[in-house]
């Protein structure tokens, strides 16, 4: 079964850190562009980050850039999200992705992680 587990969400005061997990079973995730989405309350589910098969490259949206840093370990089948200078307006569920293309629509890719919480408090 192809299936991706986040984990690594909580609840941090504004300045902290968290790093997200994400973890893949069923299938070879060096084969797969792996992205990271988020969706906040009432909002539409939003691209934040992702990073090509071999690691060598990875975009980012405007508001994450200089925070967060994408990074995978091939050889675990996992991916991270390492999010500092966390702001309140980085509270939502966030989502890891697989898919063989490459860009920031949702509809690009194919495999979903169940989310995982975070909260950034003021």
Known sequence: EVQLV?????????GGSLRLSCAASGFISSHYVIGWFRQA???EREF???ITGSGGYANYVDSVKGRFTI???NAKNTVYLQMNSLK???TAVYYCTGTTGWGRSVSLYQVWGQGT???VSS
């Open 48 to 50: 934040v980050a992702a």
């Open 88 to 90: 309140p307006e980085d």
């Open 117 to 119: 919480q975070v909260t």
């Open 6 to 14: 986040e984990s690594g969400g909580g609840l941090v005061q504004a």
């Open 71 to 73: 990074s995978r370990d």
């Open 41 to 43: 309350p009432g909002k």
